[in-house]
């Protein structure tokens, strides 16, 4: 067994599932949307994989000529093959910290193609608690202001995220790296609204039930070692605010990206809530943000 395997075999499920926004519009300042499984957990494993390999396989025209994009869960070790291009290189899409190309750099130091690109049917959420933001000292739990970033679909919502290439032996860090999240397959746009012809991994908002029972295998001390020893009881909640060395960081990666991008960020991001965008944050209750300086040992990481 391969370094991935292993990896992806401790962390992922065995069965994929295929989804699609709901059919109505959804309000940008509305609740969470749900997410419509096609593909039944009691069908027969191989007409399983058929299904996914055929979904991904026809997953850029499926969405481009859909009025409701489509995401594929990549849940095994095949899923992210099956994205993987000729030389052994995955598609990442960055959308909070690795809007950065110096901060996705310190994470892949080999990535290749750093590029701006627009992603349909998504919009971004401060909803769930980061153990990063702990480790580094920079959590506030008092004020909960503890969330970092995650996507979720939202039709009508458009986002301008980055997309860059890494190897094939970067995913199981990758992986690790960003644990609490449900790995996704979709396809970006360029710019100019041409559909990218790979797929790319994005990470999207995941469950407490879900990373419980299939991250930490139902086991109470792994999800201790992730969270618990934080007094972390919930990952995934409406009710706390951005770490707000994270929430500068990610607005000034966005600037740096150009206008469009620094426009979209702000009012394109939402509290969990779902209805205060960034920008109106910063205006309000999280005026003074910008002007703060990192810590001298996280500046590197935290500056844009």
Known sequence: MTALSLSLSLTLTSLPSFYALPSTTCKSRASPPGITAYLSLS?????????????????????????????????DESDFEKLLSSDNRISITGFGSLLS??????????????????????????????????ERGIANPETKEISSLSVEPCEGESLVVSVFEINRTEIPAFIQRELEFRFLAVVPETMEGKPFTNSAVLCGRYSDEDFFRIRCKGNKETYFHHYGRFNIDKIWRDDILPCRLYLRHCVLAAKNLGDEAYNNFLDHTFLGDRRTTIREYLSSRGSGIMEEEPPEALKSRYGG
Do not use: W
């Open 43 to 75: 069908r027969r494993p191989e007409l399983l994989r058929q299904d996914r390999r055929r979904s991904i396989e026809a997953m850029s025209r499926d969405i481009s000529g859909s009025d409701s994009p489509k995401a594929i869960e990549l849940v």
């Open 101 to 134: 190309e110096r901060s996705a750099r310190s994470t892949f130091p080999d990535l290749e193609n750093f590029r701006t690109a627009k992603l349909e049917g998504f919009r971004r959420v401060f909803a769930h608690s980061a153990p990063i933001f702990f």
